[in-house]
Every structure is written in C-alpha cells, then in structure tokens.
C-alpha cells in the first residue's frame, strides 16, 4: 500500500482550478450551444479535463512528500528533535498484537476485504471489486536503534508495507479477497513524523493518576502521608500538594530513558509514513508516481483541451 495524497487539498484545488477553467472557457471563444451529439463529447472531454486537473495536484501533493524526506536528515533516536523527524532502526512490540486476517504476531497491520460485484446487463454490464471491510491498527509499538528507542503511534499514518497475506475466495459475482499488510518484531523500518508529547504514556500517568487520588480519599498510609496537621481528612492546600507530588512520583517511576514520554505520530497536516522498505526504495517509488500524477495529468488536460478547441471553438490550434 502507497502514500495517500491529502484529498481534501487536493480537492479544494483542483475545484477552484476547473471552475476558472469552465468560466473561462466561453470568454475565449467554445461554443455552448451544442447539439446532442456535441454536448455528449463535450462532457466526456470535461470530465477528461477535470479528471487531469486532479491527478495533477495529486501528483504535486506526492512530490512535496517526496521532497519532505529528501530534505529532512535522519536523526539517532536519542537525539532527536520536536517536531517532524525521519528514523530508521527495528521494530519492537510494546503491546501484544495480532493481525486482523491470519493472527499473526506484528506490532503493526493493515488490511483489505473486497467483493466482487456484478451490475448491469448485456452493454451496460459492469464488474469490479468492492472494498466490504478495511483498516488498520493504531497500537502503539517502539523503535529502536544503536541509541535507544522511541515510541510510535500510528495515527493518520501512511503505510508503505509489502504485502504479505492474500487470498481469495468464490468465482464470479460475490467472489472475495483479502490481503494483508503488517510489520513484525525486529524488522527494520523507516519512518517520517511528528516527534512530540505520547498520547499513549499521557493516558497511561492519567490513569496512575486516577488511581492513586482515589487511594487518598480512603483513611490509611497514603492519605496519613499527605495530612500535615494531623486532623484525619485532607484539605484544599494539603490535597494541592499531594497531587502534584504523586504526580512527580509517577513521571519519576517512568523515567528509565529521556524519551519516556516522546512519540512520533502523525498528524492532520502532516501524515506519518512507515515503510519497510529502504529511503532510497521510497523514494525511487514515489519518484514514479509523481511522474505518473504530474506528467500524466498534464497531459490528460492538455489532450483535452486540444479537442475541445478543435472541436467546439472558432480558433484553430493548428
């Protein structure tokens, strides 16, 4: 599974893009009166136009995907800086994690379920694969190299994984697929992301947190500790101080590293990326595609164009 271009931008783009094109159009000579005949070319070329339009920015939005990892070094994970980041180093599970298809032992997947469907009849007649089922997991696992180890969260993550499970199931309409993708213990990965604050050890000293305050309402050692006029109950001040106290406990406790509570994830703007392949290997990939997207779009647009000129205006390209 690939990088994802971000759709939202890419749409708002893309339609700002097409309505100056299609105002602009008349203004420059195309007719608008047309016969039956025309206006069907006319929209099939317009949906061509429009279609080249999109896999241009989503073509554009790949490149700066592309230029982010060639411009951002990769930094050793003891020393790495808040903000976005490229590692490299071995996975390590965290929390025990099993894939969703086949059960197998990751601290990472993604899946597919597709079905084939049936529509239409005789010329009208269309096959293709619906996705029924899709997802992937959001457990938090570690990765480490030669200087230690860091926390990742995979949220707004785009995987790129080989895929290892695939099966299929039934002939014809109704027919299914699965396949599978997901990273095991020890393999060696390459990520981008965002190095900040771990919303996973965030919860986690919350919920010590919890705990611990509940253990100070109940007569005993723990609230004995805290009362320091001896009157038996806690106050407003007395109760201040225990619970920042306790809350310095529990960051002490966690302390085994200086990265105890740093993770790297995604976010809305800036999607994490987790392959295992090599950076050079992503970036041979992606180099691809944004060839594909941006030449393939343009030229999409621009055969269009031409026909709509030839076809439906006075002015001749030629």
């Known amino acids: 599974m690939g990088i994802k271009p971000e759709f939202n931008k890419i749409i708002r783009r893309a339609t700002l893009a097409n309505i100056i094109i299609a105002a602009a159009l008349p203004l420059i000579g195309v007719r608008v009166n047309l016969n039956p005949g025309e206006l069907k070319l006319a929209v099939f070329l317009g949906v061509c136009i429009i279609a080249g339009v999109f896999i241009f920015f989503a073509g554009w939005d790949i490149y700066g995907k592309k230029r982010t990892i060639e411009n951002i070094p990769t930094s050793k994970i003891r020393s790495i800086p808040m903000g976005i980041v490229e590692i490299k180093g071995a996975a390590k599970e965290k929390y025990a994690l099993q894939t969703r298809l086949n059960r197998i032992n990751c601290v990472f997947y993604k899946y597919l379920i597709q079905s084939h469907v049936t529509d239409g009849y005789g010329k009208n007649r269309k096959n293709y694969w619906k996705t029924v089922s899709q997802g992937s997991s959001i457990t938090p696992f570690l990765v480490e190299d030669s200087t230690g180890s860091v926390i990742v969260e995979p949220f707004d993550c785009d995987a790129v994984l080989k895929r290892r499970y695939y099966y299929s199931e039934g002939v014809f309409n109704g027919a299914k697929r699965y396949s599978e993708w997901y990273i095991v213990p020890q393999e060696e990965l390459y990520i981008l992301g965002f190095a900040g604050k771990s919303a996973d050890v965030m919860s986690g000293r919350k919920e010590k947190l919890r705990k611990r305050l509940n253990e100070l309402k109940k007569p005993g050692k723990e609230q004995e500790r805290y009362d320091l006029n001896k009157d038996g109950q806690l106050d407003a001040y007395e109760w201040t101080l225990a619970a920042n106290a306790i809350k310095r406990e529990i960051e002490r406790d966690e302390s085994v590293s200086d990265l105890c509570d740093v993770a790297i994830s995604g976010r809305e703007n800036n999607r994490m990326i987790i392959s295992d392949k090599s950076e050079k290997e992503l970036l041979k990939s992606l180099g691809i ?19 709509i000129f030839e076809k439906f205006a006075n002015i001749k390209l030629y």
Not at 291 to 296: S, V
Request: glycine residues 16%; aromatic residues 26%.
């Open 289 to 307: 595609k944004v060839l594909l997207g941006i030449f393939g779009g343009l030229f999409l647009f621009v055969l269009s164009l031409f026909f």
